[in-house]
């Protein structure tokens, strides 16, 4: 337990923005909808006597060491195990009635869980191919990096990596099956791509990697379900608050929220709305935020954060 406890002791992804942001909201409870090692809903906790929070989870890893750190602060903290696009159901499971305040998502993989070598999240370890955020799930790293024909192969890389190389990618992985650990995998892909083009941009398989875990854990699929559930769950004035780590995740959160922001409106934008939509939140502030300088270089995982905030109409 104490290898585990200390596995998930690192400082949370802006922070103080992310507490600040629910200053202004009403007492009531504050969804985690990724509660990882309970950073954010700590904090949350400690500046906000008024709040209480429900902590989401996949992993149970993560809930071992979350529900540790939530137990000094009793019926004011609750956790669940499940994922995230099922947040409706678990609001009605566990809070009833209770007002439903603020949703928080920390998207994307926790430091932690990169930093556990076998759970083969990491190029940085050998470990054997896994990449499941929920153990218990059938899909892992495993069955698409051997079992994916090269058509799909590259379009998991293309799509969710951004790699420009997919296709030489796809080729070498699938040429070198079996393909069983993460340094394999690693190689595999360094040796795919041009000589010029590993020299910038970082190591040469992280677009791989972050491709084949989204696959593996339908992050970009289930994103809009859990979005738009959370924002149908608040009340007036509570706040929906995310932060995402690369252009899909932000791309789809910027949709979601515009989209509730209209209304739906379907009306031309030169024009009065005659549609009937109605806006349901309206946008903190436009763009979204990112860390400041000395987090970015202290804190590798805030590099390419970017944060959003909407409130409840």
């Given at each position: 337990m104490?290898?585990t406890?200390?596995?998930?002791?690192?400082?949370?992804?802006?922070?103080?923005?992310?507490?600040?942001?629910?200053?202004?909201?009403?007492a009531?409870?504050v969804?985690?909808?990724?509660?990882?090692?309970?950073?954010?809903?700590?904090?949350?906790?400690?500046?906000?006597?008024?709040?209480?929070v429900?902590?989401?989870?996949?992993?149970?890893?993560?809930?071992?060491?979350?529900?540790?750190?939530?137990?000094?602060?009793g019926?004011r903290?609750?956790?669940?195990?499940?994922?995230?696009?099922?947040?409706?159901?678990?609001?009605?499971?566990?809070?009833?009635?209770?007002?439903?305040?603020?949703?928080?998502?920390?998207?994307?993989?926790?430091?932690?869980?990169?930093?556990?070598?076998e759970?083969?999240?990491?190029?940085?370890?050998?470990?054997?191919?896994?990449?499941?955020?929920?153990?218990?799930?059938?899909?892992?790293a495993?069955?698409?990096?051997n079992?994916?024909d090269?058509?799909?192969?590259?379009?998991?890389?293309?799509?969710?990596?951004?790699?420009?190389?997919?296709?030489?990618?796809?080729?070498?992985?699938?040429?070198?099956?079996?393909?069983?650990?993460?340094?394999?995998?690693?190689?595999?892909?360094?040796?795919?791509?041009?000589a010029?083009?590993?020299?910038?941009?970082?190591?040469?398989?992280?677009?791989?990697?972050?491709?084949?875990?989204?696959?593996?854990?339908?992050?970009?699929?289930?994103?809009?379900?859990?979005?738009e559930?959370?924002?149908?769950?608040?009340?007036?004035?509570?706040?929906?608050?995310?932060?995402?780590?690369?252009?899909?995740?932000?791309?789809?959160?910027?949709?979601?929220?515009?989209?509730?922001?209209?209304g739906?409106?379907?009306c031309?934008?030169?024009?009065?709305?005659?549609?009937?939509?109605?806006?349901?939140?309206?946008?903190?502030?436009?763009?979204?935020?990112?860390p400041?300088?000395?987090?970015?270089?202290?804190?590798?995982?805030?590099?390419?954060?970017?944060?959003?905030?909407?409130?409840?109409?």
């Open positions: 104490a290898e406890h200390e596995s998930f002791d690192h400082r949370p992804v802006m922070l103080d923005e992310i507490v600040a942001a629910f200053d202004a909201v009403p009531g409870w969804i985690d909808a990724t509660l990882g090692g309970a950073g954010h809903a700590t904090a949350l906790l400690e500046a906000y006597p008024h709040l209480c429900l902590g989401i989870d996949q992993d149970p890893d993560a809930l071992t060491v979350a529900r540790e750190r939530l137990a000094p602060f019926d903290a609750r956790t669940v195990q499940a994922r995230f696009d099922s947040i409706a159901a678990v609001i009605e499971s566990h809070l009833a009635d209770q007002p439903v305040v603020g949703a928080l998502f920390d998207l994307g993989v926790s430091s932690p869980q990169f930093d556990r070598a759970r083969g999240f990491s190029y940085r370890f050998d470990a054997p191919l896994d990449m499941r955020m929920d153990p218990s799930r059938a899909l892992s495993m069955t698409v990096v079992e994916y090269e058509k799909d192969l590259a379009r998991v890389l293309r799509e969710f990596g951004d790699e420009r190389f997919a296709g030489r990618i796809a080729r070498a992985v699938i040429a070198a099956r079996p393909v069983e650990t993460t340094t394999q995998l690693a190689e595999i892909t360094r040796d795919a791509i041009p010029p083009a590993r020299r910038t941009g970082g190591h040469p398989a992280k677009r791989t990697f972050q491709a084949i875990r989204i696959e593996v854990n339908n992050e970009l699929g289930v994103l809009p379900v859990a979005l559930a959370a924002i149908d769950s608040l009340i007036p004035s509570g706040r929906l608050v995310v932060l995402s780590y690369h252009s899909g995740e932000d791309r789809i959160v910027k949709q979601v929220m515009r989209e509730a922001e209209s739906g409106c379907t031309p934008t030169n024009l009065p709305c005659v549609c009937g939509a109605q806006s349901m939140v309206r946008l903190v502030r436009r763009g979204g935020t990112t400041g300088a000395p987090e970015r270089e202290s804190n590798p995982r805030a590099e390419s954060a970017r944060l959003r905030i909407a409130e409840r109409s």
